[in-house]
C-alpha cells in the first residue's frame, strides 16, 4: 500500500518560515516525480512546486517568486518543502503528490496517481 505522509505544517506569523516533509512508503521512491500542492477554503487546489525523480529539476507556481524550495533526499524516500517569507495568503492545506510522469505534477493535479492527507498551514498577519 502506498503511503505518503506530510509532517511539519502549523502556525506561524508572517514573515517566517516552515518546511514541511513527506516520507513515502510502499513505493520505490526514486521512480517517482514528487510535488506538491495547496488548497485554500473556497478556492481550487494549485501547483506549488515539483521536483524530477534525480533532483536534477525543480519547477515552481507562479506565485512562489523565489520563497520556496523543493528538494529530495531519495535515501530517506523523503521530499522537503522549505517555505519562507510567508504570507497569510499562503494559508492553506499543503499536501505531497507522487507520479511516476512528471508533467502530471502540474496545475490542479487531476492527472497525480498518489497524494498524501494534507498538512495544515496559517499564517497570521
Known amino acids: 500500500q502506498v503511503q505518503l505522509a506530510e509532517s511539519g505544517g502549523g502556525l506561524v506569523q508572517a514573515g517566517d518560515s516552515l518546511r514541511l516533509s513527506c516520507v513515502v512508503s510502499?513505493?520505490?521512491?526514486?521512480?517517482?516525480?514528487m510535488g506538491w500542492f495547496r488548497q485554500a477554503p473556497g478556492k481550487d487546489r494549485e501547483f506549488v512546486a515539483a521536483i524530477t525523480r534525480s533532483g536534477s529539476t525543480t519547477y515552481y507556481g507562479d506565485f512562489v517568486k523565489g520563497r520556496f524550495a523543493i528538494s529530495r533526499d531519495n535515501a530517506k524516500n523523503t521530499v522537503y518543502l522549505q517555505m519562507n517569507s510567508l504570507k497569510p495568503e499562503d494559508t492553506a492545506v499543503y499536501y505531497c503528490?507522487?507520479?511516476?510522469?512528471?508533467?502530471?505534477?502540474?496545475?490542479?493535479?487531476?492527472?497525480?496517481?498518489?497524494w498524501g492527507q494534507g498538512t495544515q498551514v496559517t499564517v497570521s498577519s
Open positions: 510502499g513505493r520505490a521512491f526514486s521512480q517517482d516525480a
Open positions: 503528490a507522487a507520479d511516476p510522469i512528471p508533467s502530471h505534477i502540474a496545475g490542479a493535479g487531476q492527472r497525480v496517481d498518489y
